[in-house]
């Protein structure tokens, strides 16, 4: 099928999600997947390939008409990956992936010998950018099969809990709708651990004081209404695009192409500022953060000593803790990231008990610095490949 418009390239990547579970789930259970799933990620592959190009960009068009400027390598990787999983061992898999890093093998090597002699209570980790490898756009990020098969066999084999910890909403278009693990694998954490899923399909949610909840509801109407209209379209299409978090709201204002010119993205951030002060002149409810590519809007939380603060991972962390009785305090606990909103999360595991590993996927040395001033089991990987497989290592020799 020719794929011309957004919203068929959505569909399309949608369709691959509903296959890569069946193929988890089978190889899970030590059977040959289904031939139709791999016809499934083959085709799709194909679609991709086949969408027009304008200077090495694959062009698409939104349901009004536009042109959009899409670089494509997430999905196309991925799937390049799990359609060699498929076809081969897992050896040669593996040899398959150390030609895209430099340093694979050893790293994979290295970090199997220094985390095998443990049994961990706790796992808990970021997605993206850490046991998931990076793409510009949410709607389509679906996580890969081999990934998916990975990480469940490590939280089936080597640890009593495993938590995805992300920022991005847990459900109407968020975290469940990329995730290709089995249910019961993983405790699932959306908008920062403010809302959780557990094992068993159970939700929990951070309570939301109602004045506050009203307040988020207006602006996100506003905002909502801001990206509908011309001007302003393109922020709801690019990178993170706007997502209706639990206690937060994220708009993006660039993406890691650079798509929008230097002096539009700031315009855009100081209208956004705009409307966020009108609802909340005295910055009570809201607090701005912006990572470059994103204004993420969050609700404020009272903080022990500091009075009013936004809610991070690291109190997502303890909020898990609470609720999902993780046993932090118990140990040994394995704390995974690669940015620095995630050393918060480290900071509250370490808090609880300071027998904790930390893994970071990062080549900053100023963050390596950071992960190793607060945890002395500090390891750090070039890339999500490499964590993967070594989690993938560790719980085949359980
Ligand atoms: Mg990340």
Redesign the pocket.
Known sequence: MKITTFSQFQELMQNTCISRREIVEAILREERPDEKYLMCLLNARTSLEDIDKEDDKSILRSDDGKKIYLELEYELNELNKDIYYLQQNEKTFYRYLNGFYEFFEEEVQRLTKELSHLNFNNFIT?????VNNYCGRYSTSIQSAYNGVFLSRFAYNCAKHSVILTSAPLEGFGLMDINVMPQEAFNYAGSKGRELMNTEGKLFRYPINPDQQQKLDELNNVLGELVKGPRYEIFSRIGSGLQFKFGQTTIARQDIHNSIPEQETNEFKQVIEEKVSEIDPDQQIFRIEDTGKDLEIILTVQSDNKGLKDFDKGDGVLFMNDELGLGLNKGPNLIC???ES?VRMLEAAMKKNSNTYAVFVTTDEELKKQVSDVCSNSFFVETPDVLVCVLNNLAKTK
């Not at 970021?126 to 850490?130: F, H, I, L």
């Open positions: 970021d997605r993206d950018g850490t990231g690669d940015t995630d």
